[in-house]
């Protein structure tokens, strides 16, 4: 199983930037795809950015142009570089993982933009 840990979450004004981590461990066969979700209070989980299994991105709308995700894959970590922040950013950033057979998720990192 996989283990995710995110970290790197805070309070930031608007404008401002801020670098999510996710550091995944534990015994597992492989992932086939690792990103990042929101979730803001009132509202469903959304998707935000992800690697495929072949390294290629996928980017939510909301995340185009301001967010850059990137990894090393020596230390098994996945990023999440937020820039020209919005107090509409302000959710519950999960990592998630998935393998061939399961997805697995973090217990998220808590971002809020404001003033």
């Known amino acids: 199983q996989v283990q995710l840990v995110e970290s790197g979450g805070g309070l930031v004004q608007p404008g401002g930037s801020l670098r999510l981590s996710c550091a995944a461990s534990g015994s597992y066969f492989s992932i086939s795809s690792m990103g990042w979700y929101r979730q803001a209070p009132g509202k469903e989980r959304e998707f935000v950015a992800s690697?495929?299994?072949?390294?290629?991105?996928n980017l939510a709308d909301s995340a185009k142009g301001r967010f850059t995700i990137s990894r090393d894959v020596a230390k098994n970590m996945v990023f999440l570089q937020m820039m020209s922040l919005k107090p509409e950013d302000t959710a519950v950033y999960y990592c998630?993982?998935?393998?061939?057979?399961?997805?697995?998720w973090g217990k998220g990192t808590l971002v809020t933009v404001s003033l």
């Open positions: 690697f495929n299994r072949y390294g290629g991105t």
């Open positions: 998630k993982a998935v393998t061939g057979a399961m997805d697995y």
